[in-house]
T-cell receptor, first 116, second 111 residues
């Protein structure tokens, strides 16, 4: 079975540009999570969706960050305008069920983002 | 509040045992353990629910002491493939959705 698919795997862009990260969750999973990982702050939850609806976006650092989930098989995380401090690895994860505590989150391979 | 993991790093020879601890300042509903190899995604190991349970598969097991708000991961007879960074994710809400991940423990297994 295909896991969580993220694209692009690597992104290098200049400060001020718009960045769009994409995620396809595991088929049948109805919870989706966006994380950011840096050396300084570790793995941080940015936002998560249940059944395509954003539930908690308290981890989104600024208004420059936005996330959408237009359907059950696709989500985007957008940064506009991007800044060097946004450089990090961004992971998407998905999970079966929205309240089943026995179900783990499955992570994609991540997008390594570098803002110059 | 980010849980604290200890030790921060450990080096083992193949066949040796290790214990990784995860402590929270808040009450926990569950603890989720992951291993991440360099440049790769975190990979799920196991979930422990409140009730003081203990779980294990192969030579990796874990315990959860809800009164002490801490969990421990036990690696016995370590193998080279166990190398990586181990993270605990703590669930403060009971939904296992909003996980707060620990600082990580870097484990290196050598010959």
């Amino acid at each position: 079975d295909a896991g969580v698919i993220q694209s692009p795997r690597h992104e290098v862009t200049e400060m001020g540009q718009e960045v769009t990260l994409r995620c396809k969750p595991i088929s049948g999973h109805n919870s989706l999570f966006w994380y950011r990982q840096t050396m300084m702050r570790g793995l941080e939850l940015l936002i998560y969706f249940n059944n395509n609806v954003p539930i908690d976006d308290s981890g989104m650092p600024e208004d420059r960050f936005s996330a959408k989930m237009p359907n059950a098989s696709f989500s985007t995380l957008k940064i506009q305008p991007s800044e060097p401090r946004d450089s990090a690895v961004y992971f998407c994860a998905s999970r079966l069920g929205d309240r089943d505590v026995n179900q783990p989150q499955h992570f994609g391979d991540g997008t390594r983002l570098s803002i110059l | 509040q980010q849980p604290v993991q200890s030790p921060q790093a450990v080096i083992l020879r193949e066949g040796e045992d290790a214990v990784i601890n995860c402590s929270s300042s808040k009450a926990l509903y569950s603890v989720h353990w992951y291993r991440q190899k360099h440049g790769e995604a975190p990979v799920f190991l196991m979930i422990l629910l409140k009730g003081g349970e203990q779980k294990g598969h192969d030579k990796i097991s874990a315990s959860f002491n809800e009164k002490k708000q801490q969990s421990s991961l036990y690696l016995t007879a370590s193998q080279l493939s166990y190398s990586g960074t181990y993270f605990c994710g703590t669930d403060l809400t009971g939904t296992a959705s909003k996980l707060t991940f620990g600082t990580g423990t870097r484990l290196q297994v050598t010959l």
